[in-house]
């Protein structure tokens, strides 16, 4: 390093000379000087640092909100609640080979109210996999879905306009659905109240008796479900007494995983299949869903963690390394710093400092950088000014990375400041 920047180095620490003096503005001048002398390498260091916390931010929020947009899909299910459904046969059984295909009847639906006491609501259900909803010229896909009132208290819905179905429906068979929010988009774009107007679903004329937000479909898309009288949709498909499902929530204090067995036990006998074939008579409750999907984001917000503060702690590193070049370069200016006065501790605090500047800047800028990329999934997943989901991290969780990344850069800063402490005036003439 020449004379002229030697002097003019010398010029700015003199406030760091004495013993005693504070932290001032010369000493941010000082410190924006050295981290600029090499712009190119300063902003390379900075940018390990800078993916780190964005990498961290983005998947957190990211992570959040991919998990409401997944809830959203199971929101109003009851979390006592559990589905009943034939699959072929896995164990041979009084004569039956494995392998044999039954299906219920709605006579199971009385055996379960009978036989298991420990369940509240008893709905069955029959599910058309693909249809297409009609109003004047607009088209909607639909799957019709047919089942009682009492589907309610298992998928609580959420009207949006109109009504759910009522037992008036079911005893007079009446021509009325409840269609779910895609299919109000798509049919009625103009918005305002549906109810009391037709549409046509495969072939018969509905009257649309409510419009329900909180619909979920069994075989395809949230939403896109038209749900009639089931006793309706029996004669319409010709699906005489077969159900396709049965969904069932337990009584307050009833722990539906241990309800399952039993619940198997009476499909199983009415049809001749092993009690224990538990693929032949599936028998699912939303218990282990909702589980499941807990177990799913605690692992991913550790892997997110895991991958964010370990990009991070890299960049520090890079950080390290840098200022430990940065320290070599100025050993003849720190010898003089020791030699007018300049105690260890101001030599400590002046590297650690430009350590923590560096990381902050570069970590403050990845931290904006996600909030944006996070807002404007936000702006994305907004409808009729209504978010679908939140993507934003809350204020506390960046405030914690803030002070992650100022220990980051204390740590950084630690090896360098200890080289720079160790150099001698005597050592620095004879580097000079």
Not at 44 to 70: H, N, R
Not at 172 to 183: A, F
Not at 217 to 233: D, K, N, Q, R, Y
């Amino acid at each position: 390093m020449g004379n002229n920047n030697n002097n003019k180095s010398n010029r700015k620490s003199l406030p760091l000379g004495g013993v005693g003096v504070g932290f001032d503005l010369d000493s941010y001048r000082e410190i924006l000087d050295t981290l600029t002398r090499n712009k190119s390498r300063s902003l390379l260091t900075g940018f390990g640092v800078f993916w780190g916390v964005f990498m961290l931010v983005a998947l957190m929020g990211g992570g959040q909100g991919v998990k409401q947009l997944l809830n959203e899909n199971f929101e109003g299910f009851a979390t006592n609640s559990a589905m009943v459904w034939a699959q072929p046969t896995t164990k041979a059984y009084k004569g039956f080979s494995k392998g044999r295909y039954w299906s219920m009847v709605y006579k199971d639906v009385d055996r379960l109210r009978q036989q298991v006491p420990e369940l509240d609501a008893v709905a069955p259900v029959i599910q058309s996999f693909s249809g297409t909803a009609v109003y004047g010229d607009r088209k909607s896909s639909v799957s019709p879905m047919g089942t009682t009132p009492a589907y309610r208290s298992i998928n609580e819905p959420k009207m949006q306009y109109g009504r759910y179905l009522n037992e008036m429906d079911m005893a007079q068979r009446r021509k009325v659905c409840v269609i779910g929010k895609k299919v109000y988009k798509e049919l009625f774009p103009g918005g305002g109240d549906p109810c009391g107007r037709t549409i046509r679903i495969d072939g018969i004329y509905y009257r649309v008796v409510g419009v329900d937000y909180n619909m979920s479909s069994m075989v395809g898309e949230a939403g896109t479900s038209a749900v009639i009288p089931i006793t309706l949709m029996q004669q319409a498909y010709q699906r005489g007494n077969a159900v396709d499902m049965i969904a069932v929530t337990g009584r307050p204090g009833v722990i539906m995983s241990e309800l399952a067995p039993k619940m198997r036990q009476v499909i199983a006998r009415a049809h001749t299949i092993d009690p224990d074939d538990e693929k032949g008579v599936m028998v699912f409750n939303t218990e282990i869903l909702f589980q499941l999907l807990d177990n799913l984001f605690r692992g991913v917000n550790f892997l997110i963690w895991l991958v964010g503060l370990g990009t991070l702690f890299a960049g520090a590193i890079g950080v390290s390394n840098i200022m430990m070049v940065t320290v070599r370069e100025r050993t003849t200016e720190i010898g003089i710093r020791r030699a007018i006065g300049a105690t260890p501790r101001i030599i400590l605090t002046q590297i650690i400092s430009e350590s923590i500047m560096l990381t902050l800047v570069a970590g403050m800028s990845g931290i904006l950088f996600a909030v944006l990329i996070l807002q404007m999934l936000e702006l994305y997943n907004t409808e009729d000014g209504i978010l679908m989901a939140h993507f934003q991290v809350h204020f506390w969780t960046a405030i914690f990375c803030a002070a992650v990344i100022a220990l980051m850069g204390v740590l950084a800063g630690l090896a360098p400041a200890g080289r720079a402490m160790a150099i001698k005036p005597v050592d620095a003439m004879r580097d000079e």
